[in-house]
């Protein structure tokens, strides 16, 4: 899957797996992801989220005139991150023929959660 020029490329987010029951992405903690104290900013860790909802959600469908958008999405930022690596694994809940669910963890290197959210995706025909 390509991410050049895309958001995913700015905030240096790399593909790790990518499969139908689970996608897993991991994105740099700094300069680019930092808020103005120097922390992960919590829109980074949602656009994380979301890009590996709407993968995983666009890996269910033909793609050729099928997408996966997000929906609506909530996030509980549990922990700060200062640098390093944090890696978002998203697994589906729900997948239906037009709206799908997936749930998202984002874990530092430790395994320590930092984030959990859950992504509803559209399936939209065109």
């Known amino acids: 899957m390509e991410f050049k ?11 790790v797996s990518l499969t ?3 996608v897993v992405l991991q994105m740099p903690v ?6 103005p104290l120097g922390f992960l900013h919590g829109g980074a860790s949602v656009a ?5 909802a709407s993968i995983g959600g666009s890996l269910h469908l033909n793609g050729e005139n099928e997408a996966a958008f997000g929906m609506e ?3 509980n930022h549990l922990r700060s991150k200062k640098d390093g690596i944090v890696t978002a694994i998203a697994e589906p809940i729900h997948i239906g ?6 749930e998202v963890k984002i874990v530092d290197e430790q395994e320590e959660l930092i984030c959990i959210s859950r ?8």
């Not at 020029?5 to 987010?13: P, R, S, V």
């Not at 992504?119 to 065109?126: D, E, H, I, M, S």
């Open 73 to 75: 999405i909530n996030a």
């Open 48 to 52: 994380l989220a979301e890009s590996a």
């Open 119 to 126: 992504c509803t995706l559209a399936v939209k025909r065109y």
């Open 20 to 22: 139908k029951e689970k």
């Open 30 to 35: 700094g300069p680019s992801t930092h808020q």
């Open 97 to 102: 023929r037009r709206t799908m669910v997936w």
């Open 5 to 15: 020029n895309t958001l995913l490329e700015a905030l240096g987010i790399e593909a």
